[in-house]
């Protein structure tokens, strides 16, 4: 990459930073509101493209890490009185410990086998969450646990900036603590990934044979990679819990479709990128739901939007894919590439001295 | 070629064995690739490993370094038993590998594959990956011709590139023994001059080479002594004089050339 590439991105990114933290006093509350949940779903796609985008390692079942870690933290808090940051550290914590027990049999043979176990092992879950309705809800799922920061009062700070009611004080709270666990896991992926454990696992994804000939030990990287992955996953999961978005339901952190959503996420985005996933987690969160509560009707066959959005919805991703096959993020920098070599030709020499 | 005194000042120095295979069988299923294969490397020698198509060579490779655990035997290196360790255990110790059919990875530049050899095998480490293993990548694709190369990727490289990138790799993890699969295949007359240079050099280092081929063509000024198999097993072993005049080993290249 060159120096000017890099300068680019550099200012793109504090632009995005900017505008992330200043949504609040951009956004209207509900939208701030939508905002923060679709920062849980860019977390959620981040922590399958460390694991599948880099290392190539395709996993269809990242929902039973979401699972974990969230149904842990609700339930410790439920039943056994915790508090949420002790039941979020805990969810963490069992999430890694399901990607090692998942990992450990699954990554020491090559190929699509860790895609099926990872296919089946959230449809398991799924099933105890109804053979035990009682401790763990059911299909309607655990709903009240303790809210990480309570915010039952306005805050002095928010209310002087013109934020008026307890509940808008309390979304931008939750705004914030999003975006806080958002950029945190943000840099840590970017941190591992930019450092020589991202060219292994890159290296992985190409030719597990080169990396055996170099002395790397690949299972051990990928076995990293995934439970890495499965922790931030559950982080963020487990938090999500404690918030006033969700609760604790397989439609939201168990199900099949969660899985593939974080998967489709990830092509989207640009596989291997974080920055991609990241992103379109975001934006396609918006796009879902815009489509979800539109009355609009469409012409011609007059069905309302609102009825058949999921229809359109994966019809517009099928599309992106088709047309992007390399996700959104490789396209873009490609464009912006493109562009400026044409605007300024010289660009290519002049880079190397800036 | 100089190679004959330097060979004898060797041979009175040190004639310690440093891989030894006793036994050695590999099956795939019903097919036996390698069947009850002994013979021993010296120390500093430059090996020729030859026998026709579909002799086991290749999986012989595979079973040295690591790649496969043998169906029975054992392999022995430096006088340890190191039968089915893990490959990159191996490359550790000292044993590294060139594959016969290429295995760049084509996400990256010439240099960032040598550089690929200078990572750690931990997850955690503070060692600059950077500044010094980019300088060490350099000197490395410098020593195998690759310098002109540094930031194309492996699909832009001739034949003969995509084999020095092999040999780059290798020996950008330190190797004691380093073993070359097919490297003659395919390259002009020129290129196999220049890879024998190179080799001899790595011996001159004090690396231990095991160089496949079919024949001993492209052998002949390099190597010390010769093992040939055939149908997996081992039917001469000797310097490349005795291998010449040996009649099972005539009868296995049925008049053909060796
Ligand atoms: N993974 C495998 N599964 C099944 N059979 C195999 C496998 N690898 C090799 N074989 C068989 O083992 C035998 C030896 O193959 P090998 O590749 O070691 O030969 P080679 O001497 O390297 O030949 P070549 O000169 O063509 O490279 C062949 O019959 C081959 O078909
Ligand atoms: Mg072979």
């Known amino acids: ?176 603590v999003a975006l806080l666990l958002f950029l945190a896991i943000y840099a840590l992926f970017y941190v591992f990934t930019r450092s020589y454990v991202g060219s292994v696992f890159t290296a992985i994804r190409e030719d597990e044979d080169a990396v055996a000939a170099v002395g790397v030990d690949a299972a051990k990287f990928k076995l990293f990679a995934f439970t890495m992955s499965g922790v931030v996953g559950g982080l963020a999961a487990a938090t999500l819990v404690h918030t006033p978005l969700a609760g604790a339901a397989p439609e939201r952190l168990l199900v099949l479709p969660v899985s593939i959503e974080v998967v489709l996420i990830g092509f989207l985005g640009g596989m291997g990128t974080i920055t991609g996933p990241a992103a379109t987690g975001i934006v396609f969160y918006f796009v879902r739901d815009t489509l979800q509560a539109s009355d609009a009707v469409i012409p011609l066959v007059g069905l309302p939007v609102g009825e058949v959005w999921e229809v359109l919805f994966y019809s517009i991703a099928l599309l992106v894919l088709f047309a992007l096959p390399r996700g959104v993020l490789p396209w873009l920098s490609d464009l912006s590439r493109t562009v400026r070599d044409r605007n300024d030709p010289s660009a290519e020499p002049i880079s190397e001295t800036h | 070629m100089s190679t004959h005194s330097t060979r004898s000042a060797r041979d009175t120095a040190q004639s310690a064995d440093i891989l030894r295979l006793e036994n050695v069988t ?120 690759l310098e002109e190369y540094l930031s194309q990727t492996p699909d832009e490289l001739p034949h003969a590139g995509l084999l020095r990138l092999e040999v780059g790799r290798a020996l950008g993890t330190d190797p004691d023994l380093l073993l070359i699969d097919e490297p003659f295949a395919g390259l002009t007359s020129d290129e196999i001059d220049q890879t024998v240079k190179l080799f001899c050099s790595l011996r001159e280092d004090g690396m231990t080479l095991v160089v496949i081929d079919h024949n001993m063509h492209g052998l002949l000024d390099l190597v010390d002594r010769v093992v040939v198999i055939s149908f997996g097993e081992k039917i001469a072993q000797g310097t490349p004089e005795e291998i010449h005049n040996d009649p099972t080993v005539q009868e296995a290249y049925l008049g053909g050339e060796l």
């Open chain 1, 1 to 176: 990459m060159t120096r000017r590439n890099i300068e680019s991105h550099r200012i793109v990114g504090i632009v995005c930073l900017i505008g992330l933290a200043s949504a609040p006093f951009l956004l209207g509350i509900l939208t701030l509101r939508q905002l923060t949940a679709a920062l849980f779903l860019g977390m959620f796609a981040m922590s399958w493209d460390y694991v599948s985008g880099y290392t190539g390692q395709l996993s269809f079942g990242h929902s039973m890490f979401f699972g974990i870690g969230g149904y842990t933290a609700a339930v410790l808090n439920l039943n056994v009185g915790l508090s949420p940051v002790v039941t979020i550290l805990a969810g963490t914590v069992a999430a890694g410990i399901a990607g090692l027990l998942v990992g450990v049999p699954a990554l020491r043979l090559r190929g699509p086998y860790l895609a099926l176990i990872t296919l089946i092992a959230p449809l398991v879950l799924v099933q105890i969450v109804n053979i035990y309705p009682d401790m763990l809800g059911g299909e309607g799922g655990l709903q009240g646990m303790d809210l990480l920061v309570a915010v039952d009062e306005p805050i002095g700070v928010l209310s002087a900036v013109g934020f008026e009611s307890a509940f808008e004080h309390r979304v931008v709270v939750y705004y914030y």
């Open chain 2, 26 to 145: 590999k099956r795939f299923g019903s097919v036996t690739a390698i069947d009850d294969l002994s013979f021993t490397i010296r120390d500093g020698d430059i090996v020729g490993f030859i026998g026709p198509n579909g002799a086991g060579k290749s999986t012989t490779f595979d079973c040295v370094s690591g790649a496969l655990a043998p169906t029975s035997g054992s392999v022995y290196y430096r006088g340890e038993d190191v039968t089915g360790r893990p490959q990159h255990a191996l490359v550790r110790r000292g044993i590294a590998r060139t594959y016969q059919t290429f295995r760049p990875l084509n996400d990256r530049t010439i240099l960032e594959n040598v550089a690929l050899s200078q990572v750690p095998n931990s997850l955690f480490s503070l060692t600059d990956f950077r500044a010094d293993t980019e300088e060490r990548a350099r000197e490395i694709c410098e020593r195998v011709g």
